[in-house]
């Protein structure tokens, strides 16, 4: 029974997101024939998935064959190939050009042959700006923007047709940040397993890059299909991977990428820890296939429908001085990630201080805001000129007499204005009136109202 309810919760997950990806062109694992990780080729395990393979081999001392079989065996299934060119362009670990990088460019041309035109493009370099970082000869920003453009104009130069493609690490993605000119595609890596990636962190990391791109530059998404760290089998766990990807696939409209590149199908041992892939999560990977599929192969080409409609929605407020959940309508569209500030109180409220916000996220809008940041009053009827009855000592007995109030106000404010009977007239008055609900109703200190006869 549980796993058919596991079976229905990803087929209802891939029914909402399907449907959202008629500009998402590229579906293909990182890394899945990277020489070095895991078994170095699994082209066959992702090839009915993909329609592009990630390849690298052996450079040195000369370039190995293996990239042309790499090239072949995704060829024969039909799919492209991205060239991972970091060690053949840059210095080892760094964003610096070795002096043999155009020979080594044109000596991989030679090899490939008529098999160029399977190539889809290159992946220049992972993580450029923070690698920078923490290498041995830290560079300035100019520097790295410089080498990778001079690079990218090189892959051009010999490879015209080919794109150029790079991710970011997320800590580096900052407002501001930009990329060189013959750079085509950008991405920005930041994973669930981190607590500091939360899908609000998502939607900046994004937005900052987005801000930097030129009009030709497309975003490409990193998704999830990775943990660091025991319990990666749990259902938990996977479940996380697959509300994180779902999340992911419904902001395709707020930034339009050009592929989805899911982290990453193998597990390996990277030295200072296992990294475990989808071949350890057959649920993620089971849910990454079928929108995998719903890209590809266009099972539904219906229009987006992961935006946030007009809709009732909950907000945390302070009424009369008591805080409390009341219901508005927020009256936006927006798409995931966006936010709001329009809504309409279903119930009458004078409003004494109010900031708040709501945000798209899964078709719902969802309040957040700092604790009393929304601070209401009830409302009731307004109050006309009436009689009302005032608690006084009338000649030294205390009792209840009535008094015209002479004003009129809406609820919840007061007067102290008022016409004594005849034949009274006052020692000592301090009195006022509230209005509620359409009457005056009063309330003093004992003793404020002191009168007698005249």
Known sequence: MFNKIKVIVLIALISITSNLYAQVEH?????DAMNGV??????EQTANSANAHMISAPTSPELSEEWLNKIKQAASHGNKSIIIVENLIFQWRQIVLQENAERNLIRFKNLIGKYEEHILGFYLSDEPYHRNLNSSN????????????EAALLIKKHFPNAIVWLTEAYPVVEPGIKYPSAVDWIGVNCYAAWSSCTEAALIRFYDNLQEGLKPHQRITFTLDGYWNREGFESDEVQKRLIERNAFFSGLRARYNPIAFVPFIYQSYDEGNGNRYGLEKMPQVDLYLRQLSNSILKGEDDSPPVAKCAPQEARITCTVDGNQQNISVNITSEGLPGDKTQSFEFLEKYRVNRLNVEWTCHQEKWKFSHP?????????????????ARLLCTVDGQQGNLTVQVNASAEHGKHTTSYILPDGLRPRRMDVRWTCQDGKWIFSHPRGWCNLRQR
């Open 27 to 31: 579906f293909f694992y990182f890394g």
């Open 138 to 149: 830290t560079l300035s920003d100019d520097e790295v923007y410089h080498n990778l453009q």
């Open 371 to 387: 604790r009393g940041w929304c601070a209401l009053q009830t409302t009731g009827e307004s109050c006309s000129p009436q009689p």
């Open 38 to 43: 895991g078994n170095g080729n699994y082209i």
